[in-house]
């Protein structure tokens, strides 16, 4: 990918090149960002019922290219690919055979190009950090645009999380919405840009394996697939071998709206006839819901600690060395380092993985959660800024509850990994290691070593940490402070921001019976005494 510094495009289309709204006729731009279909679309359903003509539009903003935007250049590919299938959809649906319109440059500066040329600007409301947020607000003043809900989540009101429940429920059973092509023209700008053009000016090269293909069509067949399949999901879901092909692989596709999340819970809950694997999976999608909600509650998410007394918390002691060998894969622990290779090769991780290589970064190597999180969001193809980043926090603990859930790697591979197929796909160098070492291959006698040519400290590392006491060293320093972020919970807008399952009286009731002062955990145990485990960490598989 190009490196950062002025884009290698200039904004376009320039404005003598945007189409005017024909006289006494309301023409509409819908502004496409990742909600890329036609189908069960709030934005394109009201823009088509408040306008003669329609102008779909998908606006390349220089932000999210070259090294400052936080994606590989696979996920930019997959973004891609959803376009031009996007551009298929409208096509296909109109009998002029009018497609996606292509634009490049800030949106704000683009969109009030088109609404000095007389048209009205749709666009989605949705949840999004600092930066959307203040995009948003410049496109709503600069081009008056209209951004209309209809995700599922809950707005315009103090207390989001009053009634939530059965709020989301009513919206996942409601009819989808559509729109009438024959009812609206369709326009188009005439300039010329494509994806491949943005590709080719951002040198954006494909290189990870194993990457699904983007767009609606591919989303489809990738739903239907799994519902035929679903029986085997529960059973599929920990190991990383039987998730890559047992889960429903269709996170990338909610990720950029190729299909919707309410399409995909009507789909599944109609057809599919294993009840357990049902329930499982559609449980799934209100998590994905519920993380959407925190980010649209409160964009801190993205880069500040939701529980201000645990801001920092390990930034003293950063290590880049650490973090480069957790990146590459090199720390020692056979199963962390078969996922971080997975993860940089192929931009997947089954929820399991991902948990324990965020356990191992912070509570035993111990460094701070925003470059892991922003490793984590630049690989993965599926990344929801709203779920990445509310996981990672909610996973090393930085919302404050006083239970913490660890992930001993040690004991994943005897769990997940027994006979050593994944761990061996992913870390060669371990090939010819025994079964009965793989948990702890720096325990290797001497003459096992030499007979089966791994030399540990020589061909694989030792362990960058000791797991044992490095854990011990971490809850001492979290034990230090876990009773005043505890008792920070106590705080209403705290309360609020981390939207725990019991709410504002379930974060209080926290506050008061283990804040300052309050008995510390367990010694024998990951959790602290008569404390239910953490259960906000269920993530979209």
Known sequence: MADGGDPPLDTMPLAPLVPSVPDEETGAVVWHRDELRTADHPVLTAAARNADTLLPLFVFDPQFYGDSGLACDDRLRFLHESLADLDEQYRHATAGGM?????????????????NAGWDVFAARGPTGRYGRDRDERAREAADVLFVSGDGLVRGTEDTRDGWADHVESWFTDET???????????????????????????????????????????????????????????????????????????????????SVREVYQHVATNATADRARELFTSRLYWNRHYKQKLEDWPGWLDEAANPVLAGFNADRYDPEYVTAWKEGKTGYPMVDAAMRCLRET????????????????????????????????????????????????????????????YNPRKQVRDHDPDGEWIRRWVPELVDLPDDHLPRPERTPIHVQESCGVKIGETYPYPLVEYEAAKEEFWQRYDAIKPEAA???????????????????????IADEHGDGAAGRDRDGDTPRDSPRQTDLTRFE
């Open 177 to 259: 919405l559509t729109w009438d092509p024959e009812g609206v023209e369709l326009d188009h700008v005439p300039a010329e840009l494509t994806p491949e053009d943005i590709e080719d000016a951002y040198g954006i090269t494909s290189v990870k394996t194993r990457v699904p293909t983007g767009g609606r069509e591919a989303g489809v067949e990738t739903l239907r697939a799994f519902t035929d399949r679903i029986d085997r999901y529960p059973e599929s879901i920990s190991a990383p071998l039987a998730a890559r092909e047992g889960t429903s692989g269709l996170s990338p596709y909610l990720r950029f709206g190729c299909l």
């Open 99 to 115: 497609g996606l319109s292509f634009a490049h440059g800030d949106p704000v500066e683009v969109l009030a190009r088109f609404h």
């Open 487 to 509: 008792a920070r919970l106590g705080d209403e807008e705290i309360a609020r921001r981390v939207s725990l399952s019991g709410g504002v009286p379930g974060a209080k009731r």
């Open 347 to 406: 931009g997947w991780l089954n929820f399991r993985m991902r948990a324990m290589c965020v356990s191992v970064y912070f509570h035993i190597l111990q460094q701070p959660w925003k470059p892991g999180a922003d490793w984590y969001h630049h690989h993965l193809i599926d990344s929801d800024p709203a779920i990445n980043y509310t996981q990672w926090q909610s996973q090393c603990g930085l919302v404050g509850k006083p239970t913490l859930r660890f």
